[in-house]
């Protein structure tokens, strides 16, 4: 897709005027498109329709609100410090405002494509390519419906290219969405080629994407109307892919923290990408002007990232109620490496007070249980600070309790560990040992103090680390196809087969290179379950160890009917508000002022 991305980028003009004055959603007096059908009767308007949807993608993938959308609310999240649009956190207020960005996008880059598969039948091209092209116009059209229909339900349907403005429009039933997200995707993937192929060249579409996201739409369709066939069409499709993966040239890495360094974003692992680019002529980008969110720009690696330029007080300590009070000059300074603080999200580390859960954490007692042979947590959460910055902290000192005068040194000492475990003496002392800079164990955690999450992070900005990420944004991954045929075997009875897919996912993830290979055999066998441990909750459990972070779980709670469940045990900040109509986000209201002709655009239940 890199290189793709660099074929038409006038493309963002064509779909700004399409979505100016000729989308349905738009209501215009006097529209003067200056895009007709013939547009899309040559291999260059085909190819740029396609180009500005891939485009348009990023718009959501790496933003900060669609994000949040993804994550927050659940089990796995709870808002940082900073954090913004509090209402998908907590789901107090939570009201169309938070959600209506990407809905425009999505029915601005349909209409595209159904430009493209309208007139683009007989482009002049070989019958292949042809094919090719329509065929990855069907997966994004699928790509888009699918998140809509997850998001809000009954939608709009339109698979014709509307050239005039209209102000009437209606939610079609999720049954005809879901038939013809199946019917694109079916097709796709017969005409998509097996691995990349010029011009679709990095993680664009291809044969084996197209049928992983038709899997996960059987999966999701399955759970929905409790459809045994569906669960059946959705492991067998996971299995052939997976049978096949040599063949598509896909596979897992051996090491879990491989999938997620920079050099293989484009590698086996990786399936499908919004790319992003340092050109300001490819992607919303001031190289060396630094951001501030609201842009089509991968911002990804901010959120995470708790506050340790400013509240990393050398001298920091407990006050009587035994919170870290921030304390002393901060001994580090902000760098690429470590990233920029945005404070949004932070892994629920929240200490349950009551009920079945009383006295856990989610993070550590549940998802992240097993940290000794699991290697997921230390390849998902940054412990460490190395200091980057020399001070000199005297004896003297206010709230300097070690006795001791010493001098950091960049680039060796520790300044900050976020340890998994209660370390006695914290935040100065390592037991009894004075610890140079300061230990923040699971009790000092808050919405200040959290371990951030490093897979996404990119040392590489150079001439501000301020600027936006220039690594694509994953979006799917070949281990989630062993996570779906695992989850469809267990809804259709099959918990052997099912137990046989995680347990490539959970050895895979025993594997340290720092291990010895009996040490990683080891941690492989006690990682390996039987079909007695498969359970929904522990493929929830396996999904949040595997996907932490990754744009997936709220999508995973909704699907499978446990968000009120799993946010209600864990989440003490939306438990209180949550209800069962926040399984559906709220229409846009602008969407529903729009239709002033016809029947009125209603509403979801309890918006």
Excluded at 154 to 174: C, E, K, N, Y
Excluded at 237 to 262: C, E, R
Excluded at 490 to 503: I, R, S
Aim: aromatic residues 12%.
């Amino acid at each position: 897709m890199k290189r793709y991305h660099k074929i038409l980028y006038t493309t963002l003009l064509i779909s700004a005027t399409m979505f100016m004055n000729s989308c349905k959603k738009l209501l215009e007096e006097h529209p003067q498109s200056s895009i007709v059908p013939s547009f899309f009767n040559s291999p260059a308007g085909v190819l740029g329709g396609i180009s500005g949807v891939y485009n348009d993608i990023r718009s959501a993938w790496g933003t900060e609100g669609f994000s949040a959308q993804m994550v927050a609310g659940t089990d796995e999240h709870l808002a940082g410090a900073s954090a913004s649009s509090l209402p998908l956190y907590n789901y107090n207020g939570l009201n169309s405002s938070t959600v209506e960005g990407w809905w425009n996008t999505a029915y601005t880059d349909i209409n595209t494509l159904n430009g493209v598969l309208q007139y683009g039948q007989s482009i002049d091209l070989p019958d292949a390519t042809r094919k090719q092209y329509l065929a990855q116009a069907k997966f994004l059209r699928a790509f888009w419906y699918f998140n809509l229909v997850q998001f809000f339900g009954d939608v709009p349907l339109h698979i014709t290219f509307i050239t005039a403005p209209s102000q009437a429009d209606s939610r079609q039933p999720v049954a005809d969405v879901y038939a013809q997200i199946i019917k694109d995707l079916t097709e796709a993937s017969a005409d998509l080629p097996n691995t990349p192929t010029d011009p679709f060249l990095g993680k664009a579409a291809t044969k084996p994407v197209a049928l992983y996201l038709l899997a996960k739409v059987y999966l999701t369709r399955g759970w929905l109307n409790g459809t045994q066939t569906d669960f059946q069409q959705a492991w067998t499709i996971a299995s052939g892919i997976i049978t096949n993966k040599a063949t598509y040239g896909l596979d897992l890495w051996a090491d879990y923290g491989d999938a997620f360094v920079p050099a293989n974003d484009y590698g086996k692992e990786t399936m499908f990408v919004s790319d992003h680019s340092s050109d300001p002529k490819y992607g919303q980008y001031t190289v060396g002007g630094g951001a501030a969110g609201g842009g089509a720009q991968n911002l990804t690696p901010w959120f995470y990232i708790w506050n340790y330029p400013s509240n990393s007080g050398i001298n920091s300590n407990k006050n009587g109620s035994g919170v870290l009070v921030n304390s002393g000059t901060s001994d580090m300074i902000r760098d690429a490496a470590n990233g920029r603080p945005f404070i949004r999200t932070r892994p629920n580390s929240a200490l349950i007070a009551s009920g079945v859960n009383a006295g856990k954490r989610y993070l550590l007692d549940q998802a992240f249980v097993n940290r000794v042979n699991d290697s997921r947590y230390d390849n998902t959460f940054q412990k460490v600070w190395i200091s980057n910055t020399a001070i000199t902290n005297t004896a003297a000192a206010a709230g300097n309790t070690r006795g001791i005068t010493y001098t950091m040194t960049p680039g060796v000492d520790t300044a900050i560990w976020i340890p998994d475990t209660e370390i006695t003496g914290a935040p100065q002392f390592n037991g009894t040992t004075p610890f140079k800079g300061i230990i923040i164990p699971p009790s000092l955690w808050s919405n200040t103090y959290f371990p951030s999450v490093k897979k996404f992070m990119d040392p590489s900005r150079g001439a501000n680390f301020n600027d936006p990420s220039t690594r694509p944004v994953v979006i799917y991954r070949f281990s989630d196809v062993y996570m779906i045929a695992a989850e469809a075997y267990f809804k259709d009875g099959k918990l052997t087969e099912a137990a046989n897919m995680l347990n490539a996912v959970r050895q895979r993830s025993a594997f340290r290179k720092t291990n010895t290979a009996a040490q990683n055999t080891a941690a492989a066998t006690a990682l390996t379950i039987t079909a007695s441990d498969v359970t929904l909750d522990f493929i929830l459990d396996e999904r949040s160890r595997e996907f932490f972070g990754e744009w997936q779980r709220w999508l995973d709670l909704v699907r499978t009917k446990s968000l009120l469940n799993r946010v209600t045990l864990w989440n003490p900040e939306a438990a209180p508000n949550i209800k069962p109509f926040h399984v559906l986000r709220p229409i846009p209201q602008t969407q529903i002022d729009r239709v002033v002709e016809g029947p009125a655009f209603p509403q979801n239940t309890g918006y």
